[in-house]
C-alpha cells in the first residue's frame, strides 16, 4: 500500500494579482504581455513552481500563473460539491470574464488533468493545452484493472490516511516521497513546505477526486492541439520504465484527435524544475507552431 501510495502520488515585465477572496477562489499573478497562457500547478503546489518557465514566457506572452484554493497557505473553500469540478468553473468563468481570446493553457499534474477538463467540457474556449505528467484516468497507469468505481474503496481509504495522519508523521512520509519527485534538494525543501502549508483535507479530497475521475472518453472531445510531457524517472526504483510511461500515455490518449506525446528522460515528476531547457524548449515549440 505504501509504495502504492508514493507511485500515486508521483504521479517580470508587468505584474497583477487578484485576490483570491475577491472575485475568484485561487490567487493569479500575470506577467508579460501577448497571448494569454495559463499556468496550473498540480496537487499542494504553488504557482511559484513556474517561476523559472514563466521567465522564458513572459517575453513573449501574458502569463497567468494560478495558485489554487487550499494549497501553499491559499484560503480553502467548501468541498460540499467537490473540489475540482468547483475549481474547474471558476477557471473557466475566469477565462470568459478576463480574457479577450482564447487562452493557452499548461497544467502540471493536477493541473494537467484540469486542463483537459476543461478543454473536453468546453471545445471551444481553449487554444492549446499541455498536460505535464498527468493521465486521463490516473488510477488505470498503475492498476491495469482499474475502473472508476473499483478504485473507489482504495481511493477512500487513502483519503482516511491521509486525513488521519498527525502533522509529525506527515512531514516524515513527504521527506521520503518527495525525493521521488523532484531531484534538487532547494527544490524538495520547498515542494514540501508547500505541502504542508495546505490544507490536508483539499489535499485528500482532490487526490480522492483525480484516483476516481477517468476522462478517456472526454478526450475524444478534445480537437484542440494536446502536448503531452511525461516522467518516469522517479518510479524506475519501482520497475517503471520510459517504455512502459511511453505506452501508458499513448493507450490513455489514444482518442485524441491532436495529441503530441514526449517523455522526459531524467526528470522526475516536477519537470519543469529537473529538465527545465527541455521542457520550455518543448513548451515554445509546441506553442508556437502554427498548423
Known amino acids: ?32 504581455k ?10 499542494a503546489s504553488s ?19 494560478l495558485t489554487l ?3 501553499a497557505n491559499q484560503k480553502a ?54 498536460v505535464v505528467d498527468s493521465y486521463p484516468f490516473m488510477s488505470l497507469a498503475f492498476n491495469p484493472n482499474a475502473t472508476a468505481e473499483n478504485v473507489i474503496p482504495q481511493a477512500k481509504m487513502m483519503k482516511e490516511m491521509m486525513l488521519s495522519t498527525p502533522d509529525s508523521v506527515f512531514i516524515q512520509q513527504q ?13 524538495i525543501q520547498m515542494a514540501i513546505e508547500w505541502s504542508m502549508q495546505s490544507d ?10 483525480i484516483m476516481t475521475t477517468d476522462l478517456r472518453n472526454d478526450v475524444e472531445k478534445v480537437k484542440i492541439p494536446i502536448l ?20 501508458n500515455y499513448k493507450n490513455q490518449f489514444l482518442n485524441a484527435a491532436n495529441c503530441q506525446i514526449k517523455v522526459a528522460e531524467t526528470a522526475k515528476h516536477f519537470i519543469m524544475w529537473d529538465e527545465p531547457k527541455w521542457f520550455i524548449n518543448s513548451v515554445e515549440a509546441f506553442i508556437s507552431y502554427e498548423e
Not at 474556449?125 to 499541455?130: H, S, T, V, W
Not at 521527506?175 to 527544490?187: A, G, L, Y
Not at 490536508?200 to 487526490?207: I, L
Not at 503531452?228 to 505506452?247: E, F, N, P, R
Open 200 to 209: 490536508r483535507e483539499t489535499v485528500a479530497q482532490a487526490m480522492f477526486e
Open 34 to 43: 501577448g497571448e494569454a497562457i495559463i499556468l496550473i500547478p498540480g496537487l
Open 77 to 130: 473553500i467548501s468541498l460540499e460539491n467537490g473540489y475540482l469540478p468547483v475549481i474547474q468553473t471558476e477557471i473557466v468563468r475566469y477565462i470568459k470574464n478576463e480574457l479577450i481570446e482564447k487562452p493557452i493553457l499548461i497544467g502540471h499534474s493536477l493541473g494537467g488533468f484540469l486542463s483537459l477538463s476543461i478543454a473536453s467540457s468546453q471545445p471551444e474556449l481553449l487554444n492549446k493545452i499541455i
Open 175 to 187: 521527506k521520503k516521497t518527495m525525493p521521488t519527485m523532484v531531484t534538487d534538494s532547494t527544490n
Open 69 to 71: 484554493a487550499g494549497f
Open 47 to 65: 504557482g511559484t513552481v513556474w517561476e523559472q518557465t514563466v521567465d522564458t514566457l513572459q517575453k513573449n506572452y501574458e502569463c497567468h500563473i
Open 228 to 247: 503531452v510531457l511525461g516522467s518516469w524517472y522517479g518510479a524506475k526504483d519501482y520497475g517503471i520504465t520510459k517504455k512502459i510511461v511511453q505506452t
Open 1 to 32: 500500500m505504501k509504495k502504492l501510495a508514493i507511485l500515486l502520488t508521483i504521479i517580470f515585465y508587468q505584474t497583477a494579482i487578484y485576490s483570491q477572496s475577491e472575485k475568484y477562489p485561487f490567487d493569479i499573478e500575470i506577467k508579460g
